[in-house]
């Protein structure tokens, strides 16, 4: 018999047993000093072999020594401990089971055991608890490598214990799978016992880690324990708490719980502990967890993971967590809607559900749907998400597609970038599982759905002619009646009116009165039923069937004899009509039934035919609806986004959508964007979409790729070609472009294969994209090309011969100056067949009216520059040829008018054809143009290419004798300029100006071809009345530009012609020609151009839409490239944010993104812009003006420009004139996200703005800037001050203007005087309105340092006045800017310097 010894207690803490409490309950009797541990453990040992587990009973107090200094314990005893107390608690489990069993067991021997198993799981679960901490500990060390205690950090035992856990939990789950209730009497386990293991499974879950997954096997071995632990003792309420404790405390254990829960439901049958976990969360209330979000996290993600994972349990909780829907927290909101989502896909799925789940199903769609508009941008974003599921698993009905596809296409507009996304995703998860069909064309659609509708309205039109009449009961019929005949008795108990008699008298007997009753019944004539039955109740009281309680309710005794007498008399007159009938036998009635129900049942198919077209129209409405708004998102700032929509497009282009097409046209610009990841995007969608074919041969492949391609190219743009190329030429470097599609294109063009002119043409344009990959498919095949394509039938076809140009203009190469001076550019002879062809093609074609000739005209010249040697002989050539054409048709012309009216012969005057005026003037301006960049990069990198290899062979030459120079002790001077680089530079600058001088003196003088033809340029320009062709005013302009970029000088006298033309012509052509050349000549000639400039910008402000768009890119490009001065005037451009045209804001919002991504370009100019647009002159609306605001505003995001924008936004309000501008100025306040230090600007500056608070708008505008202060959130003391301003805003507001100055004590600001500042800042904007100038002075703007000379010696010095809403980044030089205009003798003798940054420049 064992000796038990005193009862042991489980201790609610370790003190607790050193602590004796009176009642015999066992006491630790020495807690033993650490060097008598390890002796201790080893007696303990030893004892434990020869007793087995009751050995604890004499040991325990070695065991609690070492839990007493576990801290400071080696490792050593730690482990040896540790492994014992698994040996012997193992061991005592597998004792259990027979002792358990054994019916004969004494009182004393399972008092013993029941001690020992007190102590052993006691001092196991102790030394749990203590691992624990330990390996917290570490991993907090470990996180701090500047901590403390470095020297207890390496005694560390947690290798060792990450091994043991799992087995001793498992261990302890084998030991709760005992019957133990026998050793407590047979009772319940003592509840103590259970929270012990319980508390050690908790503090395992606690640390951070144990949600990796390494340690998987723990986490199932927890789940198991805590499972036992429950079953043994049933506390459900308590788990309950301390699980929603630790969810609140602890975010990393929600996944895990999740998962525990799951499966205590699923193999435990611990259901009911679902309901009580979500009670608790549903209990919670929610304006509390939105203050303390402490356990928002892990209380949503729980409710997702395990609606993820129980869903119908779920389910049958889900309305104790509805109410958090209307709460604050967007986390709680999120999961609920996920647990719904969860249950649809997974519970609420199918068509046989029953009526109660399909009103479930159906609320849950309902909330989904309301909270795709939720207020948070996280809700709104999850839910189409979670929408997205539910299409992917088929789980939405039918009828609700397209209320959820127009909530998504609604959601393209969102502000929010990753609601768009999702709704892009959402939209295209729709596509891919449509139960429409496969192609979605809505063009498609139309024709069969009207097809199908007019078969369905003849379909109803035969079963309503054939159909019989229903049978009606004569109680329906009454029911229908009653409404009607219950108004009529009411009126019974009113007066009578005038001219209205009672003419109706009862019958003698009662038969006759009920078919006089009834009849009027069947006429409609209820008034006149009810009163005869009122009469009959008097005369005929008591006998059937007007028998009833006159006094109670006469109203409804009427009604009820008049339903009886019609419901009694129209079954008897069915009843006669139906025994008048024949009988007929069984199977002819079900002849007719079948016959009947064939039409129905045809009727019903039809029905649902035109149901699902009328769907399905409606589902490509939808789609053709969010193309044209992904279209617009596809440039967005966000990369996930651009690469969603790309993704869409792709998806919407394999149903056979043809608006895909455009979408697909408009991302290939993104082919340049700096985002690897967007690059690749679109180099994968077209991958897909061309490379990717289903067809089984190489040539089927080869077929369907290049018809792709080619319905690409159909109308495209240059740009959109260009596009094209990059990527195609990307394909062709990695060789996913296969040699028989190469074999094709070749096909096509040399015409062995059939196909269209415009097929052709497609052919020669992609192989040229494939030979800026690889340019030896064009080198290889040089003679076809040009004997092909160049032949004598070109000028059947100048567009294909414009294309072969092209093409071989891709042999050139970069025309940049290589840094290999061993690269010979490529060039080939004069008396190449190349060049024979082309000009005699030009020739041919000079004197044919032909459309498409200048632009083979353009391609031809430019080829001939960049491929021939000698080019300007053979262009001097070609204007020989054509001259002489010209001048013969002249003479042809002069003799035809001398034969037939010798009159003219006085006038001199002969007639050419306009259109070879046109070709002449547009093929001398080519070849000028050409001819100026051929001398600036062709030969200029030639020349420094042979100079470099000169001097590297001097160089070898001398190195043999670089000793002898160095010994030398002469002047160095040579070597000192070598060594500092000065020879290349000198050298550069000195190639540089002989080409200049060329361009100069050369180029232009009597002797070459060009001087021929300016005055013939100049007499065309300068008579517009006379020559008034579009054709040929647009291309002498066009020349008049090309020209000017030869000479300086001739650019400078002939600048006032280029911009009167460009101010005065009529003709949109015009001006936009004139725009692009003078864009050119502010690059080529800066300093000339300068004073000019603001004639640039008027063109922002043309009536014509092309030529605003024209200016509009010019201008982008000017300032971009710094080759204009950016001030007020960059109004203009921000006015072109609300031009009606979408492509000029295009042209205008990529003008302010390129011009935000330098540097604090966009902040510098806002003051400047907010001024101009504001003021009254400038004419812009309130509402534009704000849209303008919005675009710019989005670009300032850092805080400093943010403070510094509210500073000076509020001194604005001083120089302010006009309510407006206070209105302005205010709404521009509340587009900046202000911040507390914002808001101390804003008070420190009050007095700026005081006065004009009055001002209601003024005033709503700072108040919603408060507002979304405040609703920011922040520190006590910004709310103080917010509710301070708040305060004193609505002070001034409510007083006016006096309680405002009183407000503000010392507020001594002086007014500006309105009426200088008026007058000057009229005359800075009059060179902006062309309405402003009258012909005569329409003069060259000089230079404004000489004219502050000249204005100074003309009158005498005037104060400095104060030019309103000057920036303060901007100088203070507002007498230079008085004027654009200069008289005639204001000759300019100096310029404005505007250097360009060179390579060559001395520094």
């Known amino acids: 018999m064992a000796d038990a010894g005193p009862q042991f207690q489980l201790p609610l803490a370790a003190a607790d047993l050193l602590r004796d409490d009176g009642r015999g309950h066992y006491v630790v009797q020495e807690v033993l000093p650490p060097r008598e541990l390890p002796p201790a453990l080893v007696a303990f040992r030893a004892a434990f072999r020869s007793r087995g587990a009751l050995a604890v009973l004499q040991h325990f107090d070695a065991v609690y020594s070492v839990l007493h200094h576990f801290r400071t314990a080696g490792s050593n005893v730690k482990e040896d401990v540790l492994e014992l107390m698994v040996q012997v608690v193992s061991r005592h489990s597998s004792e259990l089971s027979a002792i358990l069993s054994d019916s004969r067991l004494s009182l004393a021997n399972r008092a013993a055991h029941l001690n020992a198993l007190k102590m052993n799981c006691y001092l196991l679960t102790s030394l749990v608890d203590a691992f624990e901490m330990e390996t917290c500990k570490n991993r907090l060390l470990e996180a701090d490598p500047g901590g403390k205690n470095k020297k207890n950090h390496a005694r560390t035992s947690g290798p060792l214990w990450e091994e043991e856990r799992e087995p001793v939990l498992q261990l302890l789950t084998q030991l709760l799978q005992l019957d133990l209730r026998q050793l407590w009497g047979g009772l319940s386990v003592e509840e103590e016992f259970v929270s012990l293991m319980m508390g050690s499974c908790y503090r395992i879950l606690e640390n951070p880690s144990i949600s990796h997954q390494r340690y998987r096997g723990t986490r199932e071995a927890v789940t198991h324990l805590l499972a036992r632990a429950l079953l043994h003792c049933g506390q459900m309420f308590g788990a309950t708490l301390k699980i929603t404790q630790m969810l609140q405390h602890f975010e990393h254990v929600a996944p895990v719980f999740a998962q525990a829960v799951s499966l205590w439901a699923n193999e435990y049958g611990l259901k009911s502990l679902v309901g009580e976990l979500l009670r608790e969360i549903g209990q919670k209330c929610p304006q509390d967890l939105a203050r303390e979000a402490s356990g928002l996290k892990g209380y949503a993600t729980f409710i997702t993971e395990l609606a993820e994972q129980i869903p119908a349990l779920v389910l049958s909780n889900m309305s104790v967590l509805l109410h958090h829907l209307d709460g604050e927290s967007y986390m709680m909101r999120n999961a609920i809607l996920a647990a719904m989502a969860e249950a649809l896909m997974q519970v609420l799925n199918g068509d046989e559900l029953e009526e109660a789940a399909r009103g479930t199903r159906d609320k ?156 009027l019944l069947r006429k409609l004539n209820y008034k006149s039923a009810a009163r005869l039955t009122q009469k009959a109740l008097c005369r005929f009281q008591g006998k059937e069937p007007f028998s009833g309680p006159m006094e109670e309710n006469e109203e409804a005794t009427i009604l009820d004899v008049l339903k009886r007498l019609y419901t009694v008399c129209c079954a008897g007159s069915c009843q006669g009509e139906n025994s008048e009938d024949p009988p007929n036998d069984n199977s002819h009635n079900n002849k007719e039934v079948a016959q009947e129900e064939q039409p129905q049942t045809e009727l019903v198919k039809q029905e649902l035919l035109v149901q699902y077209l009328q769907d399905a129209y409606n589902f490509s409405v939808k789609i053709t609806e969010a193309l044209n708004l992904i279209s617009k998102v596809m440039y967005e700032n966000s990369v996930s986004v651009v690469q969603e929509a790309i993704e869409f497009f792709v998806t919407v282009l394999q149903f056979g959508m043809p608006q895909a097409l455009l979408g697909v046209r408009r991302m290939l610009p993104l082919i340049w964007s700096k985002e690897p990841g967007i690059k690749e995007a679109v180099l994968n969608a077209y991958r897909r979409l061309y490379l990717s074919s289903s067809e089984d041969s190489e040539r089927a492949k080869a077929h369907s790729l290049v018809h792709s391609l080619s319905l690409i190219m159909v109308d495209a743009s240059l740009g959109t070609i260009q596009c094209l190329e990059e990527i195609i030429s990307e394909f062709v470097q990695k060789d996913e472009i296969k040699p028989a599609v190469i074999q094709l294109l070749w096909e096509r063009f040399t015409e062995k294969s059939r196909c269209s002119s415009l097929e052709r043409r497609a052919a020669v344009m992609l192989l040229g994209m494939m030979a800026r990959g690889k340019p030896e498919i064009i080198g290889s095949n040089l003679d076809i090309l040009v004997t092909v394509g160049l032949s004598e039938k070109a000028c059947e076809d100048y567009r294909l011969a414009q294309e072969v140009c092209n093409v071989l203009s891709k042999l050139a190469g970069n025309p940049k100056p290589a840094l290999d001076k061993n690269s010979v550019p490529f060039r080939l002879p004069q008396n190449h067949m190349l060049f024979s062809c082309l000009s005699e093609t030009v020739s041919k074609g000079f004197g044919q009216p032909s459309t498409h000739w200048i632009p083979f005209m353009e391609a031809a010249v430019t080829l001939i520059y960049q491929l021939a040697e000698g080019a300007e002989e053979l262009c001097a050539h070609i204007l020989q040829v054509c001259s002489q054409q010209a001048l013969e048709k002249l003479q042809e012309s002069d003799g035809q008018n001398a034969g037939d009216s010798p009159r003219r012969d006085s006038d001199g005057a002969g007639s050419l054809p306009t259109f070879m005026l046109v070709h002449l003037v547009s093929l001398v301006g080519q070849v000028a143009m050409q001819q100026v960049a051929y001398l600036e990069v062709s030969v200029s990198a030639e020349l420094r290419r042979r100079r470099l290899l000169k001097e590297e062979k001097t160089k070898k030459n001398s190195d043999s004798n670089k000793k002898q120079q160095r010994s030398q002790s002469t002047g160095n001077e040579t070597t000192m300029e070598e060594e500092l680089g000065l020879v290349g530079a000198t050298a550069d600058d000195t190639e540089a100006e002989l080409i200049r001088n060329i361009c100069e003196t050369e180029l232009l003088d009597g002797k070459h071809l060009f001087s021929a033809f300016v005055p013939l340029l100049l007499q065309i320009c300068n008579n517009p009345g006379l020559y008034s062709d579009s054709a040929l005013s647009a291309a002498a302009a066009l020349t008049l530009g090309k020209i000017c970029m030869i000479s300086s000088e001739f650019c400078e006298s002939h600048l006032r012609l280029l911009f009167t033309m460009m101010e005065k012509s009529t003709l949109p052509g015009v001006r936009s020609n004139l725009i692009i050349a003078a864009g050119d000549l502010a690059i080529r000639f800066p300093n000339l151009v300068e004073p000019w400039t603001s004639h640039l910008y008027a063109r922002l402000r043309d009536p014509c839409p092309s030529v605003r768009q024209t200016a509009g890119l010019v201008m982008t490009h000017l300032i971009l490239k710094d080759m204009v001065k950016v001030k007020g005037q960059v109004s203009e451009m921000a006015a072109l944010l609300i031009d009606p045209e979408e492509a000029i804001v295009g042209v205008a919002q990529n003008f302010f993104g390129e011009l935000s991504n330098k540097g604090n370009a966009i902040y510098n100019l806002l003051p400047d812009i907010i001024s101009h647009l504001s003021s009254p002159d400038c004419g812009i609306e309130e509402e534009s003006f704000h849209t303008i605001m919005r675009h710019l505003f989005s670009y300032i995001t850092k805080d400093k420009q943010t403070e510094s924008l509210v500073e000076k936004l509020c001194q604005r309000f001083r120089t302010a004139r006009t309510e407006r501008q206070y209105r302005d100025l205010s709404h521009c306040l509340t587009l900046l996200p202000v911040s507390e230090r914002g808001l101390h600007k804003l008070q420190d500056n009050f007095d700026c703005f005081a006065d004009k608070l009055q001002d209601p708008a003024v005033y709503n505008c700072f108040q919603t800037l408060l507002a979304r202060f405040c609703r920011a959130g922040g520190k006590p003391e910004a709310k103080t001050l917010a509710e301070e301003l708040e305060q004193k805003l609505s002070a001034c507001h409510n007083r006016g203007l006096d309680s405002a100055e009183t407000c503000q004590e010392g507020s001594q600001t002086p007014m500006p005087v309105p009426a200088k500042r008026k007058t000057i800042a009229s005359s800075r904007r009059q060179p902006l309105s062309p309405a402003n100038r009258d012909d005569d002075d329409f003069v060259t703007p000089q230079p404004r340092n000489l004219r502050n000379q000249k204005r100074d010696q003309k009158r005498p010095p005037r104060k400095k006045v104060m030019i309103t809403f000057s920036s303060s980044d901007e100088e203070n030089s507002s007498e230079d800017e008085q004027s654009a205009e200069l008289r005639d003798e204001e000759t300019p003798t100096k310029t404005t310097p505007i250097t360009r940054s060179s390579a060559r420049r001395l520094r």
């Open 364 to 519: 849950f769609l309902k909330m989904l749907q309301a909270h795709v508009c939720d207020v948070h941008s996280f809700v709104r974003s999850r839910v189409l998400q979670l929408f997205t599921r539910i299409v992917q698993h088929k789980a939405l009905p039918l009828t609700q597609f397209q209320a959820v596809v127009s909530l998504a296409v609604g959601r393209l507009k969102d502000k929010s970038v990753l609601v768009v996304k999702n709704a892009i995703q959402l939209l295209a998860a729709f596509l891919s599982n449509n139960p429409f069909s496969c192609k979605l064309s809505s063009a498609d659609l139309a024709e069969p759905l009207k097809k199908e509708v007019q078969k369905l309205q003849e379909m109803r039109d035969r079963v309503r002619s054939t159909a019989v009449a229903p049978v009606v009961t004569p109680e329906e019929e009454w029911e229908a009646m009653l409404p009607e005949v219950r108004a009529a008795t009411q009126q019974l108990f009113q007066p009578l009116q005038e001219g209205e008699e009672e003419v109706l008298e009862v019958e003698e007997t009662v038969e006759s009165t009920v078919e006089q009753i009834t009849g």
